[in-house]
Nanobody
């Protein structure tokens, strides 16, 4: 299973970015998610979507970020609006299959300038 993330970049505070992640290989998806790791901090959950319906968001991004999926493309997206400098970090997409195997993408850097 391979996950390919894209869409990161440099944006000013208040701006928007859309991250994309496509999965390839053999799997049955249970949960897709986005995590981020800020400099000097542990990786944390940003948002996840289970069985294409149940979403979970970190409190810090609620109302600003939206996770969505495109089942036909085995893709997951993260629309990020009203970005803040504290959203800066490397964003990783994550897939958990129905057997609880977990796979990670390579990460895409998001930098929000003040």
């Amino acid at each position: 299973v391979q996950l390919q993330a894209s869409g990161g970049g440099l944006v000013q505070a208040g701006g928007s970015l859309r991250l994309s992640c496509s999965a390839s290989g053999s799997f049955v998806i249970d949960t897709l998610g986005w995590y981020r790791q800020a400099p000097g901090k542990q990786r944390e959950l940003v948002a996840s979507i289970r069985k294409g319906e149940k979403t979970v968001y970190a409190d810090s991004v609620k109302g600003r970020f939206t996770i969505s999926t495109e089942n036909a493309a085995n893709a997951v997206y993260l629309q990020m609006n009203s970005l803040k400098p504290e959203d800066t970090g490397v964003y990783y997409c994550n897939l958990e299959d129905v057997y609880s195997n977990v796979y990670w993408g390579q990460g895409t850097l998001v930098t929000v300038s003040s």
